[in-house]
């Protein structure tokens, strides 16, 4: 008997849910309007999905959620957060906190400290822990605040302080004050790490509320399965360790998508495009994983040193008014959006969008009255749809990376517009159940596992200390779920240290794998 | 003399990654430093050397380090306020102003907080207007001017104070230093007179700075005819649009070397290749030389006019290579010695930029 997954997506418009087999195909799917209270929205989607599925052959359930996200970008449900930094006498002039926005910093940031502790890059204390300073810091939080984030410098190579004051701080004050430390959290760079960290601990209340909803709602539907939340790189942690890491689940949208729509087209190198109603994406995967952007990262004006899936967005979707000119036509960049489905002439309204232009030059059918569009003059029809194909191609071609044709994944509610043929295109690839590709993305998630430091190759010599690396980036997939036997390197990025004798460089690898099922 | 407003502020950090020329530290973290010392110690003021005493002692500070240190091993200040202490005490004399060493990346803006704790003047000039990986590579040089002494120290407490008999000597000595105090470290050289500033500094650098950071702020709003006028203001051209599509990096002797390969955006043809030690140096279209050190070369995010730096350079990134003359005070006898190409190792003539835009 075949196990089954599900897979399910919280996005800001839709919550869409799939269950998949073992092959990756696609057995069930629903797609549902995202309800006020999130957890509504799993249950109906669980419920509608897998009515009719042997829900014995389910082994797991995936959930990719905006959640999190939304809480901080509209500045609901956050905790506040003391902060104790690990790092004098370093690190002084530049405060935890400095350039949060005003409303933001005012929502969360509670006490904050930075005390005697951290490392050198080479491992070697700045100073050793002021363990005195830590208890003062934690009965200081008690009361204040519920939650502590705790950062040291070099704290993903050198963890040590970190564990230790998390250690004094439950000894001193108990289930008090709940801990996030940034080694869990992200790479280097203290300030953004610290960011994120706070960040995350202001999201223990909202993870706690996410997770056990969507643990209520598996019971509910009578599913012993394990649970696991999507992560911004594509891929799994436990439901338990999102209760403890709600940051790195803010990004999984987009990844989801992408991985989603490759996966659905048996592809694992493809430009994808994502048409919607306003607005169109374009990103490219590389052996299954998004490109990432080399940008940092706000999440909600905070800056943080996440890496997100490299997009470029331009105004171009099903909902995008177009206008009639002296010479051919001005498309957009305004857009009905989502009321295209009033608003447009084939839907009975008055505006000429997209989706006319498309429906009367034959992409698109089966939406709409196509009569309401018959007499629209050809010459309009043809600028539009010129401009369209040649978006696209320049889309197209701003995303490769080499001069490689690629095939061109085309998914959204407004991929009709996207031409048969796009020119340095191999194909033009609309896979089945495109509309549920977040959801997808989701119920095909591996686990995995990551490094970030600083190597001296001079020492150990850089195959040496490359190896190191993959070793383990290995053992911490394994330890995320990951099949020993299956587990692989997805990345090896090395930054070499500027401006100083030696060869000093920057380490990052990541490994993944399919979860080992038992 | 003026104060700096926190809105100059914002504008020097784009100019100052601009004037990186991919390299000299992101001047993020100097900006927040800089935000928190005025918060803290009250505004700064920018003079030109010409309304100081001519025979005041004006010291140089700057952050020396490996940018991916600095980034973990945040500064403390005292690092700075440290290195100008113990040159003053060595020199026997307290200095009347700071001035920037290098208007370009994160240097530019270090100063500027070390003034505010201090509660000096930043004079208005430096020896570089772009980034460079070493200290001798400075108009300093060219003037005959020494770097030494020179102070270097770290957040702890220990300082060093040397004399050298070169400035390429000076060099060597202070990252020996650092490799010893934790690699992001204060260093405080070139000490002279404000009158001495005067005759040999780039004068007039960090309005320069802000000013330009100003015009691509504009075209980074999308406002109109800013691309233009951007360009204008720094007699700077448009080279190439283009798309990495190879990128190859290595570390040797603490230099990052590499290569960058462009392919022109809508013509595969036309490709730009351009040469990386830190900072962009030198580069090629269709085989043939275009920029040249000590000319600059900044890449610009093709979509949003950020500057990028090489840390950050990554395949299927889409760039707008822009050449900027360097200062005309680079102009003198002994250029090409110091900050040519050749001096870089490339077997390759200077190229003014004035002769390309014929």
Same mark, same amino acid.
């Given at each position: ?518 | ?159 060093? *104070? ?188 200077? *190229? ?7």
């Amino acid at each position: 008997m075949s196990r089954l997954r599900i897979g399910i997506d919280v996005g800001g418009t839709n919550t869409d849910a799939v269950v998949v087999d073992e092959t990756g195909k696609v057995i069930a799917s629903t797609k549902s309007a995202t309800t006020p209270d999130p957890t509504d929205g799993i249950r109906s989607a669980l419920e509608a999905v897998i009515s009719g599925v042997d829900k014995s052959a389910i082994t797991q359930a995936m959930l990719g959620t905006t959640h999190p996200a939304n809480a901080i970008i509209q500045r609901r449900e956050l905790e506040q957060v003391g902060v104790l930094r690990l790092a004098a006498p370093s690190s002084l002039a530049i405060r935890p906190g400095a350039a949060w926005p005003e409303d933001i910093h005012r929502a969360v940031i509670g006490p904050r400290a930075i005390i005697e502790g951290g490392f050198e890059y080479d491992g070697v204390e700045i100073a050793p822990l002021d363990e005195d300073a830590v208890r003062r810091f934690a009965y200081e939080c008690v009361g204040k605040v519920p939650n502590v984030a705790v950062s040291s410098a070099f704290a993903p190579a050198s963890s040590e302080h970190e564990l230790r004051a998390a250690e004094i701080i439950e000894q001193e004050v108990g289930d008090q004050l709940r801990v996030s430390l940034s080694h869990q959290v992200g790479s280097l760079g203290l300030l953004e790490r610290e960011n994120a960290t706070i960040l995350n601990a202001a999201l223990f209340g909202v993870a706690r509320r996410v997770v056990e909803g969507f643990h209520a709602a598996l019971r509910a539907h009578g599913l012993a399965v394990d649970s696991y939340l999507t992560q911004n790189d594509g891929t799994l942690m436990t439901a338990d360790e999102a209760v403890r890491l709600p940051i790195l689940t803010v990004g999984s949208g987009p990844t989801n998508s992408m991985r989603g729509a490759c996966a659905l087209a048996g592809l694992s190198n493809a430009l994808v495009i994502d048409v919607g109603g306003t607005s169109a994406d374009v990103g490219i995967l590389i052996d299954g994983f998004p490109r990432e952007s080399s940008a940092a990262v706000e999440v909600g004006g905070v800056r943080t040193n996440f890496r997100m899936p490299d997009l470029i967005s331009i105004g171009l979707g099903g909902g995008t008014v177009v206008r009639p000119a002296a010479d051919g036509v001005v498309v957009g960049p305004d857009s009905v959006g989502y009321r295209v489905i009033s608003e447009a002439l084939i839907t009975g309204g008055s505006t000429l969008t997209l989706s006319d232009i498309s429906t009367r030059s034959g992409r698109l059918s089966g939406f709409g009255d196509a009569s309401r569009v018959a007499d629209l003059d050809a010459n309009v029809v043809s600028a539009a749809l010129a401009w369209v194909d040649e978006q696209v191609q320049l889309l197209c071609e701003r995303m490769k990376a080499s001069r490689t044709a690629l095939p061109l994944i085309a998914v959204g509610g407004g991929s009709h517009l996207v031409p048969a043929s796009v020119p340095g295109v191999d194909e033009v690839v609309r896979p089945a159940h495109h509309a549920v590709a977040n959801a997808f993305g989701a119920a095909i998630a591996e686990a995995s596992g990551g490094v970030d430091r600083v190597y001296r190759y001079e020492s150990l010599g850089r195959e040496a200390c490359i190896d190191n690396a993959k070793q383990l980036a290995t053992e911490a997939a394994i330890r995320s779920g990951a099949d020993p036997a299956r587990v692989r390197i997805t990345s090896v990025v090395e930054v070499p240290m500027t401006y100083l004798p030696g060869q000093g460089c920057r380490v990052q690898v990541k490994a993944a794998g399919p979860l080992l099922v038992a | 003399m003026r104060e700096l407003t926190l809105e100059d502020l914002d504008d020097m950090v784009l100019g100052a990654t601009l004037l990186g020329t991919g390299g000299g530290g992101d001047p993020y973290i100097a900006r927040l430093m800089v935000r928190q010392a005025m918060e803290d110690f009250g505004p700064v003021t920018i003079v030109e050397p010409g309304e100081l005493d001519p025979d005041g002692l004006v010291l140089t500070v700057a952050v020396i380090g490996a940018p991916t240190v600095i980034v973990e091993k945040v500064p403390a200040g005292t690092e700075f306020t440290g290195c100008v202490q113990a040159l003053a005490s060595y020199l026997g004399k307290q200095p009347v102003a700071l001035m920037p060493i290098e208007v370009g990346g994160m240097n530019t803006l270090i100063p500027l907080a070390v003034a505010a704790e201090m509660g000096l003047p930043v004079i208005d000039a430096d020896s570089m207007r772009r980034a460079f990986p070493q200290i001798e590579m400075c108009v300093f040089t060219l003037a005959g001017i020494s770097a030494s002494p020179m102070s270097v120290a770290d957040e702890k407490g220990n300082r060093v *104070v040397f004399e050298a008999t070169t400035n390429q000597v000076a060099e060597r000595l202070a990252r020996a230093s650092v490799m010893q105090l934790g690699m992001a470290n204060g260093i405080s050289c070139y000490s002279m007179s404000a009158g001495d500033i005067g005759r040999y500094a780039i004068q007039g650098s960090m309005s320069y700075c802000i000013e330009l950071g100003r015009r691509l702020a504009a075209v980074q709003r999308g406002e109109l005819n800013a691309f233009e006028d951007f360009l204008d203001f720094a007699d700077a051209r448009l080279y190439f649009s283009g798309k990495i599509i190879d990128l190859d990096r290595r570390t040797t002797g603490g230099f990052a070397r590499g290569t960058v390969v462009l392919e022109a955006l809508g013509d595969p043809n036309r490709t730009m290749r351009v040469e990386i030690q830190n900072e962009l140096l030198i580069a090629f279209e269709d085989g043939r030389a275009v920029i040249t050190t000590p000319d600059l070369i900044c890449f610009l995010d093709y979509e949003n006019a950020q500057p990028i730096t090489t840390e950050t350079l990554a395949y299927g990134q889409r760039v707008n290579v822009i050449g900027l003359p360097c200062a005309p005070e680079w102009h003198q006898p002994g250029m090409l010695d110091i900050v040519g190409p050749r001096a870089f190792g490339y077997d390759v003539d200077y *190229v003014p930029m004035e002769v390309n835009a014929r």
